[in-house]
Nanobody
Framework: QVQLVESGGGLVQAGGSLRLSCAAS????????VGWFRQAPGKEREFVAAITWIGGNTYYADSVKGRFTISRDNAKMVYLQMNSLKPEDTAVYYC???????????????WGQGTQVTVSS
């Protein structure tokens, strides 16, 4: 079992930055991929970014490419650096772990509880 806990969300003005963290307990990410997803009120959950532990390959949604950066520093922490935030980035952000990186949430087996990000205009 893997338990995931997100942190770092909050309220920020448009153009600002936030850094989200995803901490894992239970086992390491070494054979997994970790993804970030988000869900805004009234909208479906959408893919944001993903990273593979082996190789550190990264994947981004077009809407965040060039503004967000996903990274990992050891076997248990993954980060999402969010710059140049826009009001449309407002959502609950979730990290998820799975056996491979995917744009689909169905490929991920473990999910955190989410952290709220609110960007004011």
């Amino acid at each position: 079992q893997v338990q995931l806990v997100e942190s770092g969300g909050g309220l920020v003005q448009a153009g600002g930055s936030l850094r989200l963290s995803c901490a894992a307990s239970g086992r390491t990410f070494r054979s997994d991929a970790v993804g970030w997803f988000r869900q805004a009120p009234g909208k479906e959950r959408e893919f944001v970014a993903a990273i593979t532990w082996i190789g550190g390959n990264t994947y981004y949604a077009d809407s965040v490419k060039g503004r967000f950066t996903i990274s990992r520093d050891n076997a248990k922490m993954v980060y999402l650096q969010m710059n140049s935030l826009k009001p449309e980035d407002t959502a609950v952000y979730y990290c998820a772990a799975g056996s491979r990186a995917s744009y689909s949430g169905r490929e991920y087996d473990y999910w955190g509880q989410g952290t709220q990000v609110t960007v004011s205009s």
